[in-house]
């Protein structure tokens, strides 16, 4: 049985990736930041006893991801899934108003715990047949792609997040590892929004059968939930 490790499951595209695993077989190390209020997570996990186990992590409290790590120190993590992430309010967030505060939290999530995470949990990762590291991104986070300007803070954050995993992607490629991005698509959550065009099923299919086809060559590299290539 393959094992993923997801954050951000609570909901959402998190909560999606938990079920259609679960659903395919895999053990699921399920991780939020809240489990107890985390009542569609808990009812898959009641569905799924066997397979889907529910951690409580802040990914931005790097204790606890060590933690982690350590009570999971036997484990073998053929996948692991950075999901989590934020996406700060408008407000505070366009030219002449940034939250500063808001822009650092949104650093501390979107882009320094992918890394956290990947350090935190290399041994076990490495240890694995798949030995993947797939991260959750944003088109928003390219460079060549924006075309509007403004989102300063969530924008950053994604860029930024892009790369440390091309980084990892270079860093880790004698250990056998493959580490790519994902672009979700605008998708129907609570922080897309209910103007979304696509859903999360829609979405998550999507990237899984991108991360089931990849390749240790395809490291490195930045793809939407469709298997196109992003530009950087």
Request: aromatic share 8%; hydrophobic share 40%.
């Given at each position: 049985?393959?094992?993923?490790l997801i954050?951000?499951?609570?909901?959402?595209?998190?909560?999606?990736?938990?079920?259609?695993?679960?659903?395919?077989?895999?053990?699921?190390?399920a991780?939020c930041?809240?489990?107890e209020?985390?009542d569609?997570?808990n009812?898959?996990?009641?569905?799924?006893?066997?397979?889907?186990n529910?951690?409580?992590?802040?990914v931005?409290?790097h204790?606890?991801?060590?933690?982690?790590?350590?009570?999971?120190?036997?484990?073998?993590?053929?996948?692991?899934?950075?999901?989590?992430?934020v996406?700060?309010?408008?407000?505070?967030n366009?030219f002449?108003?940034t939250?500063?505060?808001?822009?650092?939290?949104?650093f501390e999530?979107?882009a320094?715990?992918?890394?956290?995470m990947?350090?935190?949990?290399?041994?076990?990762?490495?240890?694995?047949?798949?030995?993947?590291?797939?991260?959750?991104?944003?088109?928003?986070?390219?460079?060549?792609?924006n075309?509007?300007?403004?989102?300063?803070i969530?924008r950053?954050?994604?860029s930024?997040?892009?790369?440390?995993v091309k980084?990892?992607?270079?860093d880790l490629?004698?250990?056998?590892?493959?580490?790519?991005?994902?672009?979700?698509?605008?998708?129907?959550?609570?922080?897309?929004g209910?103007?979304?065009?696509?859903?999360t099923e829609?979405?998550?299919t999507g990237?899984?059968?991108?991360?089931?086809?990849l390749?240790?060559a395809?490291s490195?590299?930045?793809?939407?939930?469709d298997?196109?290539v992003?530009?950087?």
């Amino acid at each position: 049985m393959k094992t993923v490790l997801i954050t951000g499951v609570n909901r959402g595209i998190g909560l999606e990736f938990v079920r259609q695993y679960a659903i395919e077989g895999w053990r699921v190390l399920a991780c939020c930041r809240c489990p107890e209020s985390a009542d569609a997570l808990n009812n898959l996990a009641k569905q799924y006893s066997d397979q889907v186990n529910v951690y409580a992590l802040d990914v931005v409290q790097h204790e606890q991801i060590e933690q982690l790590s350590q009570s999971l120190s036997t484990e073998t993590i053929d996948l692991l899934i950075n999901n989590a992430g934020v996406y700060p309010s408008a407000r505070g967030n366009g030219f002449g108003k940034t939250d500063y505060d808001a822009w650092a939290y949104a650093f501390e999530v979107n882009a320094m715990s992918p890394l956290k995470m990947s350090e935190a949990f290399i041994k076990q990762i490495a240890k694995s047949k798949l030995k993947t590291i797939v991260t959750i991104t944003s088109k928003m986070g390219s460079v060549a792609d924006n075309h509007r300007g403004g989102s300063y803070i969530y924008r950053s954050s994604k860029s930024a997040v892009n790369m440390v995993v091309k980084s990892l992607a270079v860093d880790l490629k004698a250990d056998g590892i493959t580490a790519v991005l994902l672009h979700p698509g605008w998708v129907r959550t609570d922080m897309g929004g209910p103007n979304g065009l696509i859903s999360t099923e829609h979405s998550v299919t999507g990237m899984r059968k991108v991360i089931r086809e990849l390749t240790y060559a395809d490291s490195g590299k930045f793809y939407a939930f469709d298997g196109q290539v992003v530009p950087w």
